[in-house]
């Protein structure tokens, strides 16, 4: 069974920059598992954020980037706002199926 | 705007079949995307359920396969998600989504319905 592994919680001061990062237990994440990653906060239902790998939502703020580094999907938060604090998920495809990483709560204190 | 709205029994007894229905607005179930369920236990991460196209293709997460349908109906712009022989461990919000296929590739969830919580127990 295929684990998508996250951090499961980083903090962050305000204006500052984090990355959060999206491991395959296949190996190396690439281009080719079409990363996408999601806001969730508490009671809210998922926000997409990113898709294939670097590409923005037409919603998704300038401050969020998606990358690929070191063999896994990364997600930078440049400029972090308050509102950020949230669960970030990342999915990949896993030819015919997709799997979600386990969650990073990001706390902005 | 694309709209995406769950709805269905909340309670479904042990070794039911539980049945939920995704009502879509703002595009046809039978333009060239993909049609999602995503379920959330209390408390726990994401899970992706599968996906289906109106053309009758669809896709199913290994772990529950067997036990997993999901459908389009073309002639109410809607699709469905039915789940047997469910158990406690299968109470959970549910959310649909969009996946969305452009020219060159698919691969990009979109919009999300704001879920709808199926509570397993007698």
């Known amino acids: 069974q295929t684990v998508v592994t996250q951090e499961p919680s980083l903090t962050v001061s305000p204006g500052g920059t984090v990355t959060l990062t999206c491991a395959s237990s296949t190996g190396a994440v690439t281009s080719g598992h079409y990363p996408n990653w999601f806001q969730q906060k508490p009671g809210q239902a998922p926000r997409a954020l990113i898709h294939n790998t670097n590409n923005k939502h037409s919603w998704t703020p300038a401050r969020f980037s998606g990358s690929l580094l070191g063999g896994k999907a990364a997600l930078t938060l440049s400029g972090v706002q308050p509102e950020d604090e949230a669960e970030y998920y990342c999915?990949?495809?896993?030819?015919?199926?997709?799997?979600f990483g386990t969650g990073t709560k990001v706390t902005v204190l | 705007q694309v709209q995406l709205q769950e709805s269905g029994p909340g309670l479904v007894k042990p070794s039911g079949t539980l049945s939920l229905t995704c009502a879509v607005s703002?595009?046809?179930?039978?333009?060239?995307?993909?049609w999602s369920w995503v379920r959330q236990p209390p408390g726990k991460g994401l899970e992706w359920i599968g996906e289906a196209y109106h053309g009758g293709s669809a896709n199913y997460s290994p772990s529950l396969k067997s036990r997993v349908t999901i459908s389009v109906d073309k002639s109410k712009n809607q699709f469905s998600l039915k789940l047997t022989s469910v158990t406690a461990a299968d109470t959970a919000v549910y959310y649909c989504?969009?996946?969305?296929?452009?020219?060159?590739?698919?691969?990009?969830?979109?919009?999300w319905g704001q879920g709808a919580l199926v509570t397993v127990s007698s």
């Open positions: 999915l990949l495809y896993y030819g015919g199926a997709y799997v």
């Open positions: 703002g595009d046809s179930i039978s333009s060239n995307n993909w």
């Open positions: 989504a969009r996946i969305y296929c452009s020219d060159i590739s698919c691969f990009k969830f979109d919009y």
